[in-house]
């Protein structure tokens, strides 16, 4: 039986990743990027507590997130060439608003949307 996906606003990274619908933090080992004080390493969490936002959908810096230099990283882009990660449009899901981002990425199960996907609402 599948695990029921926990939906909360808490569980929205500051770079768009969607923890709820991670394995780590369903087996609860852990605790989601929200809750980590200890990842002081994580740039984007630290200029989001910093800039008084809760993730980098909020920042009024930048208007395309991929300008933002800690955003925009060669780890980033690492990661998401691997996972063909889009946190970019996470960013833009994120910004048609928090629950129509948590629907989406609980029901179809995601931590981050997919290079080319066309169903994203």
């Known amino acids: 039986m599948k695990k029921e996906i926990k939906k909360s606003e808490e569980l929205i990274s500051a770079c768009g990743l969607y ?9 609860e080992k852990c605790s ?9 390493w994580c ?15 909020e920042c009024e810096k930048y ?5 933002c230099s800690y955003f925009n990283t060669l780890f980033a882009n690492l990661f998401a060439f691997v996972f063909r990660s889009d946190r970019t449009a996470n960013i833009e899901l994120l910004k048609k608003g928090t629950e129509i981002y948590i629907d989406f990425m609980s029901d179809n199960g995601l931590v ?3 290079k ?3 169903s994203i609402p």
């Open 19 to 27: 923890c709820g619908s991670c394995k780590a933090y369903q087996k």
């Open 63 to 67: 208007e395309n997130v991929m300008e």
């Open 43 to 57: 740039k984007i969490r630290i200029c989001c507590k910093e800039s008084g936002i809760k993730n980098c959908s």
């Open 112 to 114: 981050s949307l997919k």
């Open 116 to 118: 080319g996907s066309k």
């Open 32 to 40: 989601g990027c929200a809750e980590k004080e200890n990842a002081t």
